[in-house]
């Protein structure tokens, strides 16, 4: 979005090392990943209907047409489309209401802050299995040797 915003200030401010993709991303990745989100959404929308359809029809009333859910999944058409587009063009367009360089940077900070937050997390639990393993064996051990004394 910030190269689709101001492309040749924020490659000379930044670098393009900066925009480049991680390795472990490719474009077969990145086309799952937005199937994956239009497919999420699709559900949302049909699991919210349904929702409604279950609530008119308890309060006494007929349910929505499915003329009326073919209208809402059109959002999903809608955003398969951009995602198409944003493919083929290799430029992703800024959303927002008026989305700005700050804002964009400032919503990068706060994912880059959630990302190192989830990955203290991992860390943490990840020393945590090894202090309880290692104490189930100090504890197991200390009762071996106590059977073995009184036997």
């Known amino acids: 979005m910030m190269l689709g915003l101001d ?6 401010k930044k670098g393009a090392d ?6 472990d ?16 959404q699709q559900a949302a929308i049909k699991k919210k209907f349904e929702k ?3 609530k008119l029809v308890a309060e006494g009333g007929s349910p929505q047409a499915e003329k009326e859910l073919k209208e809402r999944l059109k959002a999903t058409d809608e955003l398969a489309a951009k995602y ?12 927002g209401k008026s989305p700005s360089i700050e804002k964009i940077e400032a919503v990068i900070s706060k994912m880059d802050k ?13 020393n945590n299995k090894e202090v309880a393993l290692g ?11 106590v059977a073995a004394k009184t036997e």
């Open 52 to 54: 409604e359809n279950e």
């Open 135 to 145: 104490t189930s064996k100090i504890v197991s051990r200390r009762r071996a040797v």
């Open 84 to 95: 198409k587009k944003e493919n083929k063009s290799k430029k992703v367009e800024a959303e």
């Open 25 to 40: 991303l490719d474009e077969a990745w990145i086309q799952e990943h937005q199937l994956a989100l239009v497919e999420q």
């Open 114 to 126: 959630r990302i190192h937050e989830v990955e203290l997390d991992m860390q943490g639990r990840e």
């Open 7 to 12: 492309r040749k200030q924020q490659l000379k």
């Open 18 to 23: 900066y925009f480049a993709l991680d390795e």
